[in-house]
């Protein structure tokens, strides 16, 4: 079969090393890809803004399964142009997205289930966006309606931060469209945790749980990012949990997509705050985690390849996954500067030397290829995933591989997969 990955990040790296592990793929393209993917596949030179240009390359290179990354083509109805040209592809239509794209849309459907989350309101005029402020209890959430980059939720401490959040993104369109509405929710307190399901519409299958490290610095502070690393399993999930979480979670919702007469197909992964009263939903999102992805797949070891294809064709409830028991942990090498301003370019060394370790894989980001020379070419620049018999075993091996690697002002965290016990409230201070 030809694949089509779409997007150029560390998680369409790893979907990519994944699903070329299968018997079933004999050529992979990527768009745009990065220079990992270019190892392993054929990158294609399309921005994956160029929606018809993407369509196109599949219809005339006669692609047999496209796979999307990001959420931005999801919410801008990539599956539907695909679908509309008889194309088969993997992820959500532009109505399912929503469930991501549209933080209202998310938060009515879990009213009407009575899906655990947090207290909130949604407004259209900022006046009675900060009548509701005066109800709920300081620090509180700030979210834009719509997609901002992962930068429309802010965390305001006191009435005057929330003032001028709300004032900022509703009459001043910081984020543009995405701003006009917004949520303004109760601030949970509790550790947060990854769940990743493929759901066919009716049925689904959980992948492995992961945690993911948002803030740029050790201690979980500094700036929010794309994401310093993730590991899997997440220290704080248990089998209880999960039963709870199918429960009182995944059933309802996708009972309340189909009750919207929405059939969501793809990757549906719920972001959670475990909380004293149990697991309650921050969000959802509606495609693979990133970097969660660069910890989770390492340790599938089914055939991603039939998986998702039982997705597409709605019999993912007859699929078993089966799972490295070992845990894994990515590590993040960034630009130093990002998630602000920072420069590209800088030649990468060592890589040869850090994919020699056991158990040791490496996800492209930003990387590319100049002039023979490997560099880098964005914020996240690698992801350096291992495996361990312990979680410490994992992240030792990790560090290790990372400590081979050097390019100029790289910039990790050294406290992935150190979490545990350390709930959010700290990151406010
Ligand atoms: P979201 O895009 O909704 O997941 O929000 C991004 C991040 O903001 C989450 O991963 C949490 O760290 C934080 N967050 C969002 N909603 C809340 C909330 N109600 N209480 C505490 N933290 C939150
Ligand atoms: N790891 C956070 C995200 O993919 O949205």
Not at 33 to 38: C, E, M, P
Not at 43 to 56: F, T
């Amino acid at each position: 079969m030809k694949i089509l990955v779409i997007g150029g990040g560390g998680r369409e790296h790893a979907l990519a090393w994944k699903l070329k592990l299968s018997p079933g793929v004999d050529r992979m393209f990527c768009a745009p890809g990065n220079a990992g993917t270019a190892e392993i596949g054929e990158n294609v030179a399309i921005s994956v803004n160029d929606l018809a240009a993407l369509v196109r390359f599949a219809r005339e290179n006669r692609v047999d399964l496209s796979v999307v990354g990001p959420d931005d083509l999801l919410a801008a109805g990539i599956v539907d142009l695909f679908v509309a040209e008889g194309l088969r592809v993997f992820g959500p239509t532009k109505a399912a997205a929503r469930i991501e794209s549209s933080k209202i849309f998310a938060k009515e459907l879990m009213r009407q289930q009575g899906i655990p989350t947090a207290q909130a309101g949604a407004f259209e005029r900022s006046d009675d966006a900060l009548r509701f402020c005066d109800r709920l209890q300081f620090p509180i959430v700030i979210k834009a309606d719509g997609l901002a980059l992962g930068k429309g939720v802010i965390i305001a401490p006191d009435a005057a931060s929330a003032r001028s959040t709300i004032d900022e993104m509703m009459n001043q369109r910081r984020f543009g469209e995405a701003g006009r509405r917004v949520v303004v929710e109760e601030f949970l307190r509790g550790t947060e945790c990854s769940l990743h399901a493929l759901v066919d519409g009716r049925n689904y299958r959980l992948l492995e749980s992961a945690r993911d490290h948002k803030r740029a610095f050790d201690g979980d502070v500094g700036p929010n990012t794309g994401g310093m690393g993730a590991f899997s399993p997440a220290d704080n999930w248990n089998s209880k949990q999960q039963l709870q979480f199918e429960e009182k979670i995944m059933r309802p919702v996708l009972h309340g997509l189909l009750a919207e007469r929405i059939t969501f197909r793809g990757l549906l992964y719920p972001g959670l705050m475990i909380t004293e009263d149990g697991a309650r939903v921050l969000e959802f999102n509606c495609r693979f985690g990133d970097p969660e992805t660069q910890a989770i797949l390492p340790r599938m070891k089914s055939d991603l390849l039939p998986l998702l294809e039982a997705t597409i064709d709605e019999r993912v409830g007859n699929c078993s996954i089966e799972w490295d028991h070992r845990p894994a942990v990515s590590v993040v090498l960034a630009s130093g500067g990002y998630p602000n301003k920072y420069e590209t370019g800088k030649i990468i060394s060592g890589l040869d030397e850090a994919v020699k370790l056991e158990d040791v894989q490496i996800f492209h980001a930003g990387t590319s290829w100049v002039r023979g020379e490997l560099v880098t070419a964005g914020g996240r620049v690698l992801a350096v995933t291992a495996l361990g018999s312990t979680i410490e075993g994992a992240r030792a091996r990790a560090y290790d591989a990372v400590s081979r690697i050097h390019f100029e002002n790289c910039h990790y965290r050294r406290d992935v997969a150190l979490t545990a016990g350390t709930d959010n409230i700290g990151k406010l201070l």
